[in-house]
């Protein structure tokens, strides 16, 4: 009988050797003792035993909006099947996604187990996602394991948002450079919108000191034709911001100017 039990992937045959004796004479073992030796052989045969993953779960993370395609594997050596390279070839696949978008942005090779995240994903909008993965054998024997894909932030550049054109009056200094002129011959401002898609303030303009005038055609700097003001009024998480005008603008010296910001 077995004392423990076999294993096809540890040893696939085992030899056994079984001796019989008889008890010889009935007086003082005469005549002598008669004995027989035969070989056995004994084959293992080999049972499929399902796969089995590492860990219970596995963390990564990776870059907001980026694209790589080969993020994670969650083949060798995260994986052990004792069967492979005997009758065994793993299937891989992710079974759920959580939140359930994620099927847009993560994919998996069912050969290699490599998992690929493709660009869109947003920080701002989903911080972490959840991946249930399944590796199945040859037989049917499976195992699964959580992925859960961390996305870390990046800094992104603010918007500004202006009209094609403005209208200021010359000979008004207290006018602003930023306004539009009313069927009814009023000028009045439209404020200008800046946002940031960042939530981390370290990474968003915070105050109208961020804002700056980076050229002015023709020139409009020497000395300052226009300065950046804050607006009182409030857009969301936007900050809201006019052109003051330094000194009246002369119409016959310049009937335009191209302000980058």
């Known amino acids: 009988h077995q004392t423990s039990a076999l294993n096809f992937e540890a040893q696939t045959v085992f030899e056994l050797f079984v001796s019989v004796k008889d008890l010889g004479g009935t007086n003082g073992g005469e005549p002598p003792l008669l004995s027989d030796t035969v070989s056995i052989f004994i084959n293992v045969l080999d049972v499929n035993e399902p796969p089995s993953f590492t860990n219970p779960t596995y963390t990564v993370s990776t870059s907001e909006n980026s694209h790589n395609p080969s993020m994670f594997s969650v083949g060798s050596p995260h994986i052990s099947d004792v069967d492979f390279g005997h009758i065994d070839t793993l299937i891989f696949s992710i079974v759920t996604f959580i939140p359930a978008n994620g099927s847009r942005f993560f994919s998996m090779n069912s050969a290699s187990g490599v998992i690929s995240v493709n660009a869109g994903t947003d920080y701002e909008n989903t911080k972490a996602f ?81 804002v700056l005038i980076s050229s002015c055609t023709p020139s409009c700097f020497a000395p300052a034709s226009f300065f950046i003001v804050s607006s009182n009024g409030v857009s969301g998480d936007s900050m809201l911001f006019n052109f003051g005008i330094s000194k009246a603008l002369n119409y016959e010296e310049a009937s335009s100017y191209d302000i980058q910001v």
């Open 130 to 210: 959840h991946l249930l993965i399944k590796a199945t054998d040859e037989g049917g024997l499976e195992d699964s394991s959580m992925v859960n894909v961390i996305i870390t932030d990046v800094n992104e550049p603010p918007t500004l948002r202006t009209l094609p054109q403005y209208h200021a009056p010359e000979n008004n200094a207290s006018a602003f450079a930023n306004s539009y002129l009313y069927a009814n011959g009023e000028y009045k401002p439209i404020p200008i919108e800046v946002s940031d898609v960042d939530t981390e303030p370290s990474k968003r303009p915070t105050n109208i000191g961020h």
